[in-house]
């Protein structure tokens, strides 16, 4: 069952249990993509019917911000877990390493992702990169057909959010891939050239003040959090008000 937060549907797993999922579909030959959609989505989700029927029609929605457990919280359906896509996706590369499982690195600037799979290789010896490509392409076609011939299990798709979402949904019929999942910067973290938040600051949920003392620029996009948590209050005032009466 999912946990509605303002329109997007989250699915309310424990970490291993979205890594067993996703471990199956890949085991089984099915076809599927994840989404990890933040608050800055799922505002966005809001106002945009087709984002917001791609979001819910994924085979995992993975609740990535902390402003997303909050709003679950405060709309009283709390959700069991916080899953950062990064966290997720290195679970799953550390698993598809122990079964010799392939994965292919789309995104990012030129260059990065060439980079991010040097680093992965040394991280997770038996993982095998299948392919790299850089995420400032102008056709799908030519991209598409590298995968075609890399057949990866597992495609990481980092062209930001929601450009990622809108590829993987136009695309995924005609890709010959397993799992895909949108994962935003996640190559340039792999890539070393931006640095995650230190531990104790992703353990209390502040990763994103972190990454806005890093990169003041993005508080143009921050801005919409405390809009995204107020818009839950009121949903959840609403729902009150409507039971009494
Ligand atoms: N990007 C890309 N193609 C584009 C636009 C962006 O590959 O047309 C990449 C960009 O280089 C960066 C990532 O997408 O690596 C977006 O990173 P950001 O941290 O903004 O992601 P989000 O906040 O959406 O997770």
Redesign the pocket.
Known sequence: MRIDILGVGFDNLTSGQAVSWADGIIKSGGKSYIVTP?P??VTIARRDESLRAILNSAGLVLPDGVGITIAARILGTPLCERIP?IDFASELLAGLSASSGSVFLL???PG?AEEAAKRLAQTYPELVVSGTA???FQEDEPVIRMLNEARPDLLLV????P??EFWIAKNIEALDVRLCIG??????VYAGA?KRAPAAFRKLGLEWLYRLAREPSRIK?MIKLPLFVMAAIMKRIRGIWQKGN
Do not use: S
């Open positions: 933040n800055e989505i896509g995104g990012a600037k990065v850089d995420g400032y980092c062209l930001g959010a450009k990622q994962l935003g910067g996640a190559l340039d931006v996009r």
